[in-house]
């Protein structure tokens, strides 16, 4: 595994891992794609794509890093999108991009201040991870979903394993909260041989 990814997955709290992604902001995108072969960009925006049909769709990207998320999407012709992530260096080269609507400083682990009701489709790519953000904040997302909203994101293998995703899922199913519309295994960090749960979820009108 490539050092800096080894460091994001264990660093001790956010701070340490703010600092990581300061320093690693520049060279983040070639170190996970070509050293990593990292694809959770591709494969979250390929299935949000398959079901967004609303071109003025209002997006978050959260965790949005340095856009490659937003560049998908832009290219594809949504561009009503909004990205949140809690690196001022991450964010600062997705700015340079020209493609979101607004970039916001935002710590997903926190209560997000965005009204209840407020996006189409939320994307979460690669941020779902050990050390980052954890199962808890599906439920603050959830929450300024749109009625039938999309919530699509990926999990890494080993964070999946180690946190109640699962259980918070099965409990938003069985409150008639979320649907799933898929939900399996993909490749991730491909070069690595790392997997992760790939996921679509509906919030239920
Ligand atoms: C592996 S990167 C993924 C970035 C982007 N979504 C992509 O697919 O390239 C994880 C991102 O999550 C952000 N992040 C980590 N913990 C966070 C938190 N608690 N709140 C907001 N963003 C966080 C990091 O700054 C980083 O940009």
Redesign the pocket.
């Given at each position: 595994m490539i050092s800096t990814i080894y460091d994001?997955l264990n660093a001790t709290d956010?701070d340490e891992?703010?600092d990581i992604?300061k320093n690693w902001a520049s060279e983040?995108e070639y170190d996970?794609i070509q050293l990593a072969g990292?694809v959770?960009?591709i494969i979250t925006t390929d299935l949000l794509l398959k079901n967004l049909k609303n071109n003025n769709a209002r997006i978050l990207?959260a965790?949005?890093?340095?856009g490659?998320?937003g560049e998908i999407l832009f290219e594809n012709n949504f561009k009503n999108i909004e990205g949140?992530?809690?690196?001022e260096e991450?964010l600062s080269i997705a700015d340079q991009k020209n493609i979101y609507k607004s970039l916001n400083l935002?710590?997903?682990?926190k209560k997000l201040t965005y009204s209840d009701n407020s996006f189409d489709a939320i994307i979460?790519?690669?941020?779902f991870?050990c050390g980052?953000?954890g199962p808890e904040s599906l439920v603050e997302m959830l929450r300024i979903l749109k009625e039938g909203g999309f919530l699509c994101f990926t999990v890494r293998k080993q964070e999946w394993e180690a946190a109640p995703y699962m259980q918070i899922l099965d409990k938003l199913m069985n409150s008639n909260s979320l649907k799933k519309i898929v939900h399996n295994t993909s490749g991730y960090n491909i070069k690595e041989g790392i997997s992760c749960q790939l996921c679509l979820y509906q919030k239920t009108i």
């Open positions: 994001t956010l891992l703010e992604y983040y996970v990292y959770g960009h990207d965790g949005c890093g340095t490659l998320v949140v992530d809690f690196s991450m935002f710590d997903l682990t979460c790519a690669g941020t991870t980052h953000v």
